[in-house]
């Protein structure tokens, strides 16, 4: 494009190196800024006009896209895996990343990633932290576990973390003194209020004017609640990004790498290179799937005879893939397909 600037950015915690080059790849200016608001609002009006910047995706980019879109024509995140001009250099520093994602940038050859609308990224920032309350949560009640072991004391496990059963258990069991039944209360504690921060956070996302129509649609399918469904529609943001279910499947971590070469193929275990928060979320449920759905059943039937019951619950989890993108590209509710025969 001619007359377009281009600026490749290299985004860290403290500051932020820049390269701006004119179409010709001609260096315009070079350096390094603070990574804050107030300096890269003064290094924007030093810029010259139309520009276009791209830049890595680090936990640093959400705020700085953010703030950069209104001023520029366009905006792109590049893919940090796909960055292999990057990653093999011989000599590698801010700078000289900053003026290869530039380049990148100017001769198209940027591996560009999906980047969410704010909205989306607010509520998918709320999500995780319920998933972090979630692991604390469990971790504090295999604590308590731990601490009664250490004492010798014997416990009911299965009931060992309902309220009435807890209690009693401190009032009546004598092995339990009273530096042990202070730890346990305290952890008793943290668990419930962690419990109901959870809870809270999940009711105010199903009840959010733009996640509510959607996820409720998403749970007419069998076996998908409202964990599940948020974490669908927070993670995956615009369902149209996927041309197919196998590109979803691939996103989500339900398959595995290939390598070939010449006639050798080799696939391997499922790939690292996934959404690892959809990964775990749709694996807990295609666990549990096949107890509601007769068709989920008959297929974690079917894969299990061949001998593997992970392989078994990998395949219901593509399958919920495939009925997820199905109802949320369609935008209608779930509907078990029927067939009709008729008599010759």
Not at 77 to 85: D, G
Not at 153 to 168: D, I, M, P, T, W
Not at 317 to 325: I, Q, S
Request: charge should be positive; hydrophobic fraction near 40%; glycine fraction near 4%.
């Amino acid at each position: 494009m001619e007359g377009m600037y281009y600026i490749g950015l290299d985004v860290h915690k403290r500051t932020i190196s820049y390269c701006v080059k004119d179409v010709g790849g001609r260096i315009f200016a070079e350096g390094k800024i603070a990574a804050t608001r107030w300096e890269v609002d003064r290094w924007i009006r030093t810029l010259p006009q139309p520009w276009t910047a791209a830049m890595e995706a680090t936990v640093f980019t959400g705020w700085l896209y953010d703030y950069l879109r209104p001023h520029a024509a366009a905006l792109k995140v590049a893919h940090p895996l796909m960055l292999r001009a990057i990653a093999a250099a011989k000599k590698k520093n801010d700078r000289i990343d900053a003026s290869k994602i530039c380049d990148c940038l100017r001769c198209d050859f940027l591996p560009e990633c999906y980047m969410a609308p704010t909205a989306i990224r607010e509520r998918r920032r709320t999500l995780r932290y319920r998933n972090l309350l979630v692991r604390q949560m469990v971790q504090m009640k295999n604590k308590i576990a731990v601490l009664l072991m250490e004492a010798g004391v014997s416990y009911n496990k299965q009931r060992l973390h309902k309220a009435g059963y807890f209690r009693e258990l401190l009032a009546t069991n004598p092995d339990i003194d009273e530096g042990l039944c202070s730890l346990l209360r305290l952890c008793r504690e943290t668990v419930v209020r962690l419990q109901r921060t959870e809870s809270a956070l999940v009711r105010s996302l199903e009840k959010d004017s733009l996640l509510k129509e959607r996820v409720e649609r998403l749970m007419t399918i069998p076996a998908v609640g409202p964990i599940t469904a948020l974490t669908w529609a927070l993670e995956v943001g615009d369902v149209r990004r996927f041309c197919s279910v196998k590109k979803a499947i691939s996103y989500c971590g339900l398959c595995g790498a290939e390598k070939s070469s010449a006639n050798t193929v080799q696939r391997t275990p499922l790939s690292k290179q996934r959404n690892k928060h959809l990964q775990t979320t749709l694996i807990e449920a295609a666990k549990m799937a096949p107890r509601y759905s007769p068709e989920l059943a008959l297929l974690y039937d079917k894969e299990r005879k061949k001998g593997n019951a992970n392989r078994a619950t990998l395949a219901v989890a593509r399958k919920l893939v495939a009925y997820l993108m199905a109802i949320d590209r369609g935008q209608r509710n779930f509907q078990v397909a029927t067939s009709h025969c008729t008599a010759a």
